[in-house]
T-cell receptor, first 111, second 112 residues
């Protein structure tokens, strides 16, 4: 079974631009969660999608948004990028209330 | 905001020694999970312990859970250099549909 796939793995943007990150969950997993990881704040929960509906949302500004498609693939978008958005963005999928399966992450650098 | 807080933040030991990491949390939980992360990579699930369990083993890993103290510990026995990584506890709150909340992690360095 293929694992969680995130694309792109690395990207560099400049302030004010926007970025879209993609996540393909493990086949059969309907829940997809997104986390932001930075050295200072650790792993911060962004949002969780289940069957195309946002089920939970973390404490992030409206510039951060996401969606999930009917095939469970998910995208997250960050608009009007700021330097502080530089981070490793991790996607994870799961079945039910069990363990999370993480992708390798998308490392975003904002210049 | 973090639900779990790991202690210590960093731990350096020699190969063959045991490593113990602790996690404290604030609210009631369904389960508590431990994850491992190699530098700059995704997290890998290690072990899940349910709120009605007190101890669980998996290979060289031993996890304990004390719900009265809202704390958990992860013990890695006979550490190897390959165990060098960051370890995170994650709590699954006792509320339907709530997301896993991670602590800031313990960075373990095992030298040969």
């Amino acid at each position: 079974k293929a694992g969680v796939t995130q694309t792109p793995r690395y990207l560099i943007k400049t302030r004010g631009q926007q970025v879209t990150l993609s996540c393909s969950p493990i086949s059969g997993h309907r829940s997809v969660s997104w986390y932001q990881q930075t050295p200072g704040q650790g792993l911060q929960f962004l949002f969780e999608y289940f069957s195309e509906t946002q089920r939970n949302k973390g404490n992030f500004p409206g510039r951060f948004s996401g969606r999930q498609f009917s095939n469970s693939r998910s995208e997250m978008n960050v608009s009007t990028l700021e330097l502080g958005d530089s981070a490793l963005y991790l996607c994870a999928s799961r079945q039910g209330l069990g363990e999370l399966f993480f992708g390798e992450g998308s490392r975003l650098t904002v210049l | 905001s973090q639900q779990g807080e790991e202690d210590p933040q960093a731990l350096s030991i020699q190969e063959g020694e045991n490593a113990t990491m602790n996690c404290s949390y604030k609210t009631s939980i369904n389960n508590l999970q431990w994850y491992r992360q190699n530098s700059g990579r995704g997290l890998v699930h290690l072990i899940l312990i349910r709120s009605n369990e007190r101890e669980k083993h998996s290979g060289r890993l031993r996890v304990t859970l004390d719900t009265s103290k809202k704390s958990s510990s992860l013990l890695i026995t006979a550490s190897r250099a390959a165990d060098t990584a960051s370890y995170f506890c994650a709590t699954d709150p006792n509320q339907a549909g709530t997301a896993l909340i991670f602590g800031k992690g313990t960075t373990l360095s095992v030298s040969s």
